[in-house]
Each structure stands twice: as C-alpha cells, then as structure tokens.
C-alpha cells in the first residue's frame, strides 16, 4: 500500500530538483539585471579594475544584443572619455568603440545615441584620459585603432604642439574620485571632477 506513495514522492522530488535545476541555470543570465520600464532589463553592476586605476568594466554577464548607456554629464575642455574593446584574448590590441570630449561625440563615426551595442565575450573598458593643453581646444576626432588605454587622437598640427600628449600617456587613466551605484545606474566621478552615468539594458523578449 505504500509503494504508490512512495513512487508519487520519488516523482516530486525529482520534478522539484529538475526545475530547481532549470531556475538556477536560467537565473546567472539575468542576475545583474532588474526589470524596468521602457522594455528593457537594466544593470548597474559595472565595477573598477582593481590592477589598473581608472578603468571600469560593464557587468560580466553581458551577451549579444545587449547595450550600454553612457552619458557624460560634464567633461572639462582637457578631458576624453573613452570606450575601448580587447580584439585579442589577452587584449594586446584595442579598439575605439565610442568616445566622448567637451562637445560630445568624437568622431570620425556618426553617433545618434547614447547606446551603445556590444558583442558576447568581449572586454570592454571604459576610462577618461586628460591631456594638458595650451588654451581651451579640444581633439575632435580619434583613432579606432589604439593600443589598450591608449589615448591617440586626430587633428591639426596646431593642437598637437598645443598639448602634451607623452605627459598624458605617461599619467595613465584618469583616476577615479567615487564609484557608486545610484538605483540603475552607476555613476563615477573623476579626479578632474567630471561625472558619467551609466547602465547596462538587456531587451526583453516576450
């Protein structure tokens, strides 16, 4: 009379443990994410690099289709905010996906968001670099192809002799003053005391 029981019980916790299997499987995809509105799952688990000052990295989790929001609020006349991804495993190489001086976007790519689309398994890494420059001029254009945390712009002949670009290079990343996260999205603050916001979306699906 208890084998029926017995076998029912068998079922459940068999059926309990395959969806517990299931949920905890299904859950590390989303788990930096919360649902918003506006159709999107949104994250603000971007992080410092902890051997190189000045550096942040988006949520490890990120996967195709996915897409960074990054709005600087202010940058000083001196300053460029950068956006690089590793073209190589052990990032060797970089390059330029977007970037930021005290007008706006830099070129030579047209911008008409403040998204940005990223790719599966790619590092990115998102810093600000300050150039000493003789008067208020900015860089407007940039280079794609850069060594990793390496800024190199484009422009005349003029502003070059007008900045000190070996001072920059040798200074690195502009340090990071605070980190915090403010509900969705994650603010930094840096040394010059510019500040940039910014989150992760995930689209979601129906």
């Known amino acids: 009379m208890n084998a029926m029981p017995m076998c029912l019980l068998a079922g459940l916790l068999l059926s309990a443990m395959t969806q517990a299997g299931v949920a905890s499987d299904a859950k590390p995809a989303n788990a930096e994410f919360q649902e918003r509105s506006g159709g999107y799952l949104v994250s603000s688990a971007f992080s410092e690099d902890a051997n190189r000052p000045g550096v942040i990295h988006p949520p490890a989790s990120l996967s195709a289709d996915d897409l960074l929001w990054i709005r600087p609020l202010r940058l000083n006349s001196d300053e460029y905010l ?67 945390l390496i800024f190199e712009p484009a422009g005349s ?39 940039v916001r910014m989150r992760a979306l995930r689209a979601v699906h129906p």
């Open 82 to 148: 950068i956006l690089q991804k590793c073209v190589d495993p052990e990032c060797g190489k970089a390059q330029v996906v977007r970037a930021w001086n005290a007008y706006g976007y830099m070129g030579p790519y047209p911008v008409l968001s403040n998204k940005v689309s990223v790719q599966a398994g790619v590092r990115y890494m998102l810093w600000m670099q300050r150039v000493p420059t003789k008067g208020n001029d900015s860089f407007m254009l940039i280079q794609p192809d850069a060594p990793p």
């Open 157 to 195: 002949q003029q502003l070059f002799r007008a900045t000190d670009l070996e001072a920059a290079r040798q200074h690195g990343p502009a340090h990071i003053k605070r980190a915090q996260r403010d509900g969705a999205d994650f603010i930094v603050t840096f040394e010059g005391g510019s500040v």
